[in-house]
């Protein structure tokens, strides 16, 4: 069984069902699943290594008594526990040469770094701002979960909350939070989680390319490769990954957008917006809003959640209306 004995000693609920796990190897091939299986079952690898980065704050189990004991001495938790849940909604037109004209105007919902479970209330906190938005499709770009390992339940109920409150297309990638024994449950709510995969979104008969590729910060299993083969040439095509450190690659690949999320913005920031740390091995640039790289425009969302503590200062979460246009003349 893919199922080693060490990732069934360390998963502390029940695994999904033997079809299940089936369905997920003929998706992501018996190498993917066990690439992700193992890596999630590796606790020496949770602090240092693995990854892009070589320390993971989120996986160090003093850090959230560390940083709220500060915050409290500077007499600034409760204000950033009453930042971390005033969503801002922002909008953000691309541009693109080669955009079908039934699709201009077509708007993407860009939610990310969601951490559905870190408190009972931040899942009532996005209902709210999901109803005063329109758009076409809803898109999630990773971090469902609190925690980087161990039970996933809280999660999956939390999301199940919120997905009655989302339109009928709602696509996912993972992030480096979540397990991919999650897929199925997620899928099971009519949200397709893509995994190096591709789909295509149709409207008034022309075509366009969603794309999703598995975590490439902490389990490295992106395969831009597989992901854009489907892509028909000279058609728009849109990448969600869970972290912009795969820039340079995305843009050569051909993709013309990239929607990512994981920094947090730093979430918790200098006055000015200036994050202290973004996690991301990539040009702070490209942590947060929009950027371009060549010929590939991207979008880094700062998060709808926040990460190891529910604060926030200087960096207002937020949710993204993408609106797709002609390029100019």
């Keep these: 069984s893919v199922l080693s004995a060490d990732a069934a000693s360390t998963a502390t609920e029940a695994t999904p069902a033997a079809d299940e796990i089936e369905a997920l190897r003929a998706r992501v091939s018996e190498t993917h ?59 953000n037109d691309i541009r693109l040469p080669r955009l079908p004209p039934a699709f201009e105007g077509f708007t993407i919902l860009h939610l990310s770094d ?24 809803a898109v999630f770009t990773g971090d469902f979960r609190a ?3 161990g039970p996933y339940q809280d999660a999956l109920e939390s999301l199940e909350q919120v997905r009655p409150h989302l339109g009928e297309a709602v696509y ?36 366009v390319f ?10 490295r299993a992106d395969n831009l490769e597989k992901a854009y083969a489907p892509i028909e040439h000279g058609s ?25 999320g994981h920094t947090h913005g730093g979430q918790i920031c200098l006055p000015g917006r200036i994050p202290l740390i973004v996690n991301a091995r990539c040009p702070r640039a490209l942590c947060a809003g929009a950027w371009r790289h060549h010929g590939l425009t991207g979008y880094t969302s700062v998060g709808s959640g926040a990460c190891v503590v529910d604060v926030r200062l200087n960096c207002p979460p937020e949710i993204t209306l993408h609106r797709l246009l002609p390029a100019t003349p």
């Design 33 to 91: 699943l066990r690439q992700r299986l193992g890596i999630e079952a590796e606790p020496e690898a949770r602090v240092f290594g693995q990854g892009l980065n070589f320390f993971h704050l989120e996986n160090w189990a003093s850090a959230p008594a560390l940083i709220r004991g500060a915050l409290r001495l500077a007499g600034l938790h409760r204000r950033g526990q009453r930042n971390a849940r005033a969503i801002e909604i922002r909008s």
């Design 114 to 137: 969601p951490h559905l479970d870190l408190s009972h209330d931040i899942p009532r906190t996005l209902i709210e701002r999901l109803h005063e938005v329109d758009y076409d499709i």
């Design 147 to 149: 925690a980087t390992s």
């Design 172 to 207: 996912a990638v993972l992030g480096n939070h979540d397990t991919i024994r999650m897929v199925p449950r997620m899928e099971a709510m009519g949200i397709r989680v893509l995994l190096n995969e591709t789909v295509v979104l149709e409207r008034g008969g022309e075509r």
């Design 210 to 219: 969603l794309a999703g590729v598995d975590d490439p910060h902490y389990y």
């Design 236 to 260: 728009v095509s849109i990448l969600m990954a869970h972290s912009p450190e795969i820039y340079k690659h995305a843009a050569h690949v051909g993709f013309d957008v990239m929607l990512c």
